[in-house]
């Protein structure tokens, strides 16, 4: 019999680290509850100010030791043109551990922190 474990709950909210004119630096910690296993890894998602528009800008589904992400007004690819200057932002972040026998590589995403406001 394989054990079923449990998704990791919320992380504390996200921390800013640094902010400047062209980009945001923000870190979170682990959760206070892990689901019976390890976490595997943390998706750090951003919205504008007043929500709707949710995106995934780090996905470290199996970095479970990486806990700060820096975001450019100047990145490329997927990541283009998601921050203005001057604008504020919210900033959430979730735990990933891998929770079903059944499927030992499927990731079990857990509850989303606080979302916490911050400006670029």
Not at 40 to 51: A, K, P, Q, R, V
Not at 64 to 79: I, M, N, P, Q, R
């Amino acid at each position: 019999v394989k054990t079923r474990y449990n998704t990791p709950g919320p992380p504390p909210p996200v921390k800013l680290v640094e902010s400047t004119s062209t980009s945001i630096t923000v870190a979170w910690e682990k959760p206070f509850t892990n689901g019976g296993t390890g976490v595997s890894g943390y998706e750090l998602w951003i919205d504008t100010w007043n929500g709707g528009d949710p995106r995934m800008i780090y996905d470290g589904s199996d970095q479970a030791l990486v806990f700060e992400y820096k975001v450019s007004t100047s990145d490329s690819g997927v990541f283009s043109q998601i921050l203005e200057s001057g604008r504020q932002y919210l900033f959430k972040v979730r735990a990933l551990n891998y929770c079903d026998p059944v499927d030992p590589g499927l990731a079990c995403r857990g509850n989303f922190s606080e979302p916490q406001l911050y400006t670029v």
